[in-house]
């Protein structure tokens, strides 16, 4: 058995409370979440606001120390409590986060390839981070040569997305997480930006994570998912048979809150 791209075993992550008033009790914003995702896989995380998925999220991609649990990648173990900082980089590294606001990771002062060159140099310090290195990760994204110099603000919110897409890629990572990355997009510039997702699995083997609330969405970017629900997985398996027949109750709230799916199985796969 080949070893899963991404191990996640037991991850926990309690926030201490401020102090202040009613934030002064602690958050259990994740706990015991265990799940395992293929190289080269199509995985998402599913739950309503407030479920945990961005702070797994920032577990995996080395933002957010572990209360509990271990990570584990292509084998290697670069996440328990008290992990150091040299493996949460490494984390960090190794599964590149994409937000939903691409701002989140482009400085608006900065220009395109010059984000794209600091990002490759920072990942991989050999002297790669040559124009054409950048020109060739714009590429792999659909974007033209020509914005090269221009600034995040002129761009297209497709655009941007892609670019922080590229900048992902410039780590060379195994993995990529979307928290809601194509949320805010309108639906047909969003149906783009999947594909081209899909094609970077395809094309280069990197192993996608996808996190969204939009069940429709999910259907079409994963071939096995998990359902949180305060913090807790509360369904996992393949995507096809968790939505034509969700076995949790929460599963079938959720699909049937979907407006424009309503809980309509067939409708649903057919999408
Ligand atoms: N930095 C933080 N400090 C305190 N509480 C947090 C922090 N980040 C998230 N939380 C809490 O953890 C819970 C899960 O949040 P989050 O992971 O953002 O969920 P989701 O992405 O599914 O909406 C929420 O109750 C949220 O308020
Ligand atoms: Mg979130």
């Not at 290697?76 to 409590?81: D, H, N, Q, S």
């Not at 986060?97 to 002062?109: A, C, E, I, K, W």
């Not at 083997?205 to 509360?234: C, K, N, P, W, Y």
């Not at 995507?239 to 959720?254: K, N, V």
Request: charged share 20%; proline share 4%; net charge negative.
């Amino acid at each position: 058995m080949p070893e899963p791209a991404i191990a996640v075993e037991g991850l926990t992550k309690v926030f201490a409370g401020s102090g202040i008033g009613r934030r002064s009790a602690e958050t259990v914003a994740v706990s015991d979440v265990s799940f395992e995702v293929d190289a080269g896989a199509a995985f998402a995380i599913v739950g309503e606001s407030g479920s945990g998925k961005t702070t797994v999220a920032r577990c995996l991609a080395g933002l957010e120390t572990l209360t509990n649990g271990t990570i584990e990648v292509c084998g290697e173990r670069l996440a328990g409590t008290g992990s150091s900082r040299a493996e949460r980089l490494r984390r960090a590294r190794m599964i590149q986060l994409v937000f939903q606001d691409p701002y989140q990771s482009l400085d608006p002062r900065q220009p395109v390839g010059s984000a794209l060159a600091e990002a490759i140099s920072l990942h991989r310090p050999k002297g790669e981070a040559t124009e054409k290195a950048v020109v060739s990760l714009l590429e792999r994204v659909g974007l033209s040569a020509k914005i090269i110099d221009s600034y995040p603000r002129v761009l297209s919110g497709g655009q941007r997305q892609r670019v922080a897409i590229a900048r992902a890629l410039a780590a060379g990572p195994e993995a990529i997480v979307f928290d809601e990355s194509v949320s805010a997009l309108d639906v047909s510039i969003q149906a783009q930006v999947l594909n081209l997702i899909a094609d970077l699995r395809e094309s280069d083997g990197v192993t996608t994570i996808f996190i969204s609330h939009d069940l429709a969405v999910v259907s079409q970017v994963s071939d096995t998912m998990i359902v949180m629900r305060r913090g807790e997985v509360v369904e996992a398996g393949a995507t096809d048979e968790i939505l034509a027949s969700p076995s949790h109750p929460y599963t079938q709230r959720l699909i049937a809150s979907v407006p424009h799916i309503g809980w309509d199985p067939e409708k649903l796969l057919a999408q």
